[in-house]
């Protein structure tokens, strides 16, 4: 008898001691992030960079308790299917936990229904359309999984409205102004809201042009603009960024350009236009310099320190994402995608941007993150001597606009 119970004894304890090992294990499990983005592009490169460096940082400091986060990065080459591809393979073979996708709102669109599909969270952290967030709202249970990282259009325009009423209308004496946008998913719900807000500012649009991402010849459409005498020009471009900077610096246009400009966010926007793009207004997310919180600062210079850049506004976006995502899995204490997609629900997190909350199941933009003083609101730069300057809001400005020679010259 007395060697039976020492059997079993032996047996339990190996029995407990490989229970424990085995929850070990799990608990030592990597987080697993997949990033799909344009990695060749002007915006898209910094976003895996960004969510690499975040990863790092925290895989230094010991990972979210204990566990390390592993970043497996595709290249979706700026393709709806090529990154629909890449979701299957991250989910079905790389068995990531959750993925930061895309600047691009056509792609994101196209990424829902596998997000919902596969129940895998989802995060982007640079396309703007609306539909993202409404279509959480509308079908929460489908697309709960989609989380809307980046301000959406209509706080874009909103935005851009309220700093053109701060700093452009007593300075310039705008009282008109021509909407000139890409054709794309994004600058569909932005121009609805310059058009509502505009007019609420006391400018007037005289001009509406929606243009195809394939222009090669600007000429035309600024000689259209110039003909409706506007004060001032209001952009929705992202892809076409370089082509219609420079022929507006050619052609010396006598109007300012202001409103979205995804591609002047990149600090290599100066040498991609030869030096065009000097007084140039564009909103952003954060620019090098601008001391948003007290971690703006670090975050971009640890950044060029290691990439030899300036990150873009996605490149922010996409670094907050990892450090309120580990914020997320620490609270939820899992990775399970019900449980993580309920603790990032609660997300409250200040990161170099601002202060990060999600809106809720009962607000039209489920899953946005929320926009206005006290959250995230971005700023207005301009590019200054192969510089990009912050100029609103005041509390941020790191100068004063400066008007380029055409515009100055037609004031006189």
Known sequence: MAMDRSVTSRALALLAAGLLAAGEARAADPIRIGVIAEAQSVVGASI??????????????????????????????????????????AVSEDKVNLVIASYISEVVLA?????????????TPGAASNEISLAVHKDYARNKYTFHGYLTSAALAQSICDSTKDMLLDLMKVKTAAIMSEDAAWTRPLDVGYEKCLPEIGVKVVDHIRFSPDTGDFTPIYNKIEAA?????????????????????????????TGMNSQATSSTFWANTNGATQGVIFQSIAVPGAAITDKSLAFSEAFKKRFGSDPSYAGYMAYDQVYYTADAVKRAGSTEADKLVDALEKTDWVGTVGRTQFYGRDDDFTHSIKYGPGFVTGLMAQWQDGKQVAIWPKGLAQGQIILPPAVKAAAR
């Open 48 to 89: 895996p960079q960004a969510v690499q460096l975040a990863a790092d940082e925290i895989n230094a400091k010991g990972g979210v308790d204990g566990r390390q986060i592993q970043v497996v990065s595709y290249d979706d080459k700026s393709s709806a299917s090529d990154a629909v591809r890449a979701f299957q393979r």
């Open 111 to 123: 990424l829902m229904p596998w997000s919902a599909r596969l129940k895998t969270p989802m995060i």
């Open 229 to 257: 005498k506007p004060d001032l020009i209001v952009t929705g471009i992202s892809h076409v960024g370089v082509q219609p900077t420079v022929q507006w610096r050619n052609q010396q246009v006598p109007l300012a350009m």
